[in-house]
């Protein structure tokens, strides 16, 4: 199995090509060699150009998997030689699960990703420097009302508890 991800923002020319080495050796130990391409929308049209060859006329045995979540972005003859395999959002309740969070913020941000589990890691990720901005104002006296300062350290400590989840599934 090898894995392509985006190198920052995009594929870049270099993997691709890097794959199209590692695809023409024949596997050691089983039938078929995987190739899973992640974010395969990230790749610039030049990087897409250079990976038709590969999945024009791959070897018997290699099997490349272009995993993305918008396919439009995708050449229209890359999309042509791929078969499209749709899947379903996952339940807000996987999504909880998924992230170790439970009880009615894990759901509510479940739902809020639309049943995209990459969604729901960035959206709390955002919640948590949102969290740790909301302690740094507090300890500079940013925010005035007792009340409402007991509230956001409240909300910021119980995001953090979640921090180590976060860490953890990385």
Do not use: N
């Not at 150009?49 to 993305?68: D, G, M, R, T, W």
């Not at 003859?77 to 439970?102: H, N």
């Not at 302690?135 to 995001?159: I, N, P, T």
């Amino acid at each position: 199995l090898l894995e392509v991800r985006p190198e920052g923002t995009q594929i870049r020319i270099d993997q691709v090509r890097e794959l199209w080495r590692d695809i023409q050796l024949r596997p050691f130990s089983a039938e078929r060699r995987v190739y899973l391409i992640w974010d395969a929308e990230t790749m610039p049209e030049v990087v897409q150009h250079a990976l038709l060859k590969s999945i024009e006329e791959p070897p018997a045995h290699a099997v490349a998997v272009l995993v993305c979540s918008q396919p439009h972005r995708l050449l229209a003859t890359v999309r042509s030689r791929c078969e499209q395999i749709r899947f379903a959002p996952l339940a807000a309740a996987e999504v909880a699960a998924a992230l170790g969070l439970g009880g009615p913020e894990g759901l509510a941000l479940a739902r809020a990703s639309g049943g995209d589990l990459e969604r729901a890691r960035l959206r709390r990720r955002v919640d948590q420097v949102e969290a740790a901005q909301d302690l740094l104002r507090l300890r500079e006296g940013a925010v005035g009302d007792e009340r409402l300062a007991r509230q956001h350290v409240a909300d910021a400590q119980r995001r953090d508890a979640g921090q180590a989840v976060v860490a953890a599934e990385q």
